[in-house]
């Protein structure tokens, strides 16, 4: 299995504190508050299969090993364990490289990666589903109020969005 592997930076959440109020008849539209809350950046790692069109991903707070890493564990729990060796294309960021994913490596050997050049990042499959995600999300856009669990419904419709 071949997986194109990056994080989505900056994924951030704004809930309103009033909710959108549906469309009335007469053509009045959707009514929107304008006001909203910061609620921080969430960081989305996301690992695209280049076969199937399929998209694992993790959201994590921070870009940091452990998100990186909780996305190696839901790809091991996730693919089947007749696959025997799992290719994972990334770029050159620190993540992949440090101490704890290292170790995680050396614990699943199915788990080979593989590093596209620098400034390269064109290369990487992933890319331009991170690319594609909001243009096909905003053709079928509605009312939503983003928040963790909200990114987490975006995450389960993504793969009908990529196909």
């Known amino acids: 299995m071949v997986l194109a592997v990056d994080e989505q930076t900056s994924l951030q959440p704004r809930p309103r504190p009033h909710p959108t109020l549906p469309a009335q008849p007469q053509n009045r539209p959707n009514q929107c508050e304008h006001a909203y809350k910061r609620a921080g950046a969430l960081k989305l790692f996301a690992a695209f299969d280049t076969r ?3 998209v694992y991903g993790q959201c994590d707070d921070r870009k940091r090993q452990q ?5 190696l564990e839901h790809l091991d729990r996730e ?6 060796s799992i290719h994972l294309g990334c770029d050159h960021v ?3 490289h440090g101490q704890e994913v290292r170790t995680w490596v050396s614990k699943h050997p199915r788990a080979v990666f593989h590093l596209t050049p620098v400034h390269c990042s064109w290369m990487n ?8 995600l909001p243009r096909q999300w905003n053709q079928e856009a509605h ?5 963790p ?5 975006v995450m389960a419709e993504a793969p009908a969005l990529a196909a």
Do not use: D, M, R, Y
């Not at 693919?79 to 025997?84: K, N, S």
């Not at 669990?149 to 419904?153: E, I």
């Open 52 to 54: 199937s069109g399929k």
């Open 79 to 84: 693919i089947e364990a007749h696959v025997t």
């Open 149 to 153: 669990p909200s990114v987490a419904k």
């Open 67 to 71: 998100g990186f890493s909780a996305l």
């Open 143 to 147: 009312p939503c109020n983003w928040s």
């Open 125 to 132: 499959h992933v890319e331009q589903w991170f690319s594609l």
């Open 94 to 96: 620190s993540t992949p």
